[in-house]
């Protein structure tokens, strides 16, 4: 295998040549994860973690920049050996100490404690949940990331309830469902090991969603834990949509809709961290800091609204009419007194606090 | 600490003196779980694993035991180191070889391969059944034990939550719906780890509730146990109950009923292999067999109906009558074609296929 060296933030990095990762490739580095990491490292600078873990390390790329850029005595974890090998070599390089496990990291999380877990899988992270709860501190920082999105989005709706024990839904707001499956499922676990999560900051892409998230054993952020896991109906016909509890499900008429869940329904990030994390984003030295930086300012926006959001051409496909700019659509809706902002995680998405009628009586 | 010498089956045990067990205590052994252990000993023997980790073995009696009287290759663990080295002794005692590992159960079962896995807790069994399902192989034994039966009967509905991810109901067949609930939680980690989940026997007491289950990655085995997990309405006013899938709950007008689940709503043991169990247990070497067996061969019958059962004075309770003989109730329901049994769960109860108003129109 051939190697280069790569510049990512502050950190140096010898990764494989090869960069469209292969299945048969020993090593493990995506360059097209260059964001997810920048948003990795801000997370870590901004929460101060003495201690981190990067538990599916691969050649060490986002751990090692951790401890390099945001100063946290990192652990890495890898069951390649050829990767811990590539990951040593390029702590060494960037002058950082590092402890670099070669072993499953189940085994590894099992049985030691950190401030800072990250579950960084190439497919779903569920089976490695339980052991990260398990080693991450109250007060602590998870972060985790999942790229099986067709299955969170509900293309494969089978693989979604095997994996994520949740219901996904094919609508016009999919990636939302799919997100919000991944941190309730989080929640899930965390309420297992007696762990309230609170969203810090999450994001959709193409090809991943990932979420940070506060663990904290007091009583209060339990409560709120559990009552943000909750269902989702969505009526096809006209795209109304609600989220409920299972109460609710069971109590109302619900006839004609489609059920999700469960799913996490309060705020999937927080507004002033997020902010401070935008900021933080927009210092050079974050080679996708700009890009990043402006997602994190978008997702702070969206925090107002807690209804997933409407896609304008799936609205106006319901009443068979062409549609009007989305600017106008947004003004008109604030002009009536109710929210209403963009989202990141669509274009043509609407998100707002208004009855799918308001909407569709501004179209056509 | 004092120790003395008891005999169970045919395995003769140096156990701590203090029966009762206390907080702390260091070596765990609780003469009340001598019918559990003879039913695992006999299972085990019925399904002839090669290799069986007793994961939270105390002073492995229950290993120990399945060594000597089922000749499985034993794997015992435990965190206390006295229960450890009293295990490793019971062992040479009964001249049998076991492995015995001091360490965290979790961290074992993270890499490592079983045909048969035994979690029995004090407590619930939530926290080690990822780390169960990875080390489990396939078509192999899972036996879990929870002794949190207040949490899985509603008496702490918020713990239930938490816990095992689900809704209980305190209602006339609490226990059962707190069975299901336990069913229901294997099922779904099973699920996270691609496999099927198949009851072969599963009982419930006032201390403890406890199932065997086979796992298969195969394709038809993962479908069935996705169906069979779903919820349970539930009527107070006049004890009306069923199962429901997640879209029948939307779908269908429940205002009045109350909801439990996620649970298990498939048969909780295969007759079968109940039957050849109840077989095993009447055996003269089991010290509790007799009981173990008839609880087993009423189990068998039990199958025949998928609804929970009904308790007898409660239903009296909402016609504000008094109770009939029970011999008369399940005759006249056999009479008008219905099924009907005694259930092991409840003296008081009746299982059967009967609607709710056939039940009570035989009272008062």
């Known amino acids: 295998m051939d190697y280069v060296s790569v510049k990512e933030g502050e950190t140096d990095l010898v990764v494989p040549s090869s960069f469209v990762p292969k299945k048969r490739d020993p090593v493990f580095y995506n360059p097209h994860m260059e964001l997810s990491r920048d948003v990795g490292v801000a997370v870590a600078r901004l929460t101060k973690p003495v201690t981190y873990c990067d538990a599916l390390s691969g050649s060490g790329a986002r751990g090692i920049r951790v401890a390099k850029e945001a100063g946290a005595k990192v652990t890495l974890i890898d069951l390649n050996p050829v990767a811990i090998e590539l990951a040593r070599k390029n702590a060494v390089e960037n002058g950082v100490e590092v402890e670099a496990i070669h072993d499953n990291c189940n085994t590894v999380l099992s049985s030691r404690k950190f401030d800072f877990v990250d579950i960084d899988p190439f497919g779903p992270p569920v089976r490695y949940l339980d052991a990260a709860m398990s080693a991450v501190r109250s007060q602590g920082v998870l972060g985790v990331a999942a790229t099986d999105t067709s299955a969170l989005c509900g293309t494969y709706p089978g693989a979604c309830q095997r994996k994520y024990d949740a219901t996904p839904l094919r609508c016009d707001c999919f990636n ?17 090991f007696s762990y309230g999560m609170t969203p810090l900051f999450s994001h ?14 007091a009583g209060g952020a339990v409560k709120e834990s559990r009552k943000n896991v909750n269902y989702f109906v969505y009526r096809f016909s006209d795209l109304d949509r609600r989220f409920v509890t299972l109460n609710e499900l069971a109590e109302g008429d619900f006839k004609g809709y489609n ?47 807690a209804v997933p959001y409407f896609n304008l051409h799936k609205l106006c496909e319901t009443k068979a009419a062409s549609p009007p700019r989305m600017q106008f659509v947004f003004d008109e809706l604030k002009r009536r007194g109710f929210l209403a902002s963009r989202t990141h995680m669509e274009p043509l998405g609407i998100r707002t606090n208004a009855p799918v009628k308001e909407i569709t009586g501004l179209i056509g």
């Open 259 to 305: 059920v999700a869940g469960p799913l996490w329904t309060g705020p999937y990030s927080d507004v002033d961290f997020t902010l401070r994390l935008a900021d933080e984003l927009a210092q050079p030295q974050y080679s996708k800091g700009k890009v990043a930086s402006e997602i994190a300012r978008l997702v702070s926006e969206e925090q107002g609204v």
């Open 176 to 192: 939302e469902v799919g997100l919000r499956i991944l941190l309730g499922y989080v929640a899930r676990a965390a309420l297992r």
């Open 204 to 217: 959709v892409t193409r090809h991943y969603m990932r979420l940070y998230a506060r663990v904290d054993r």
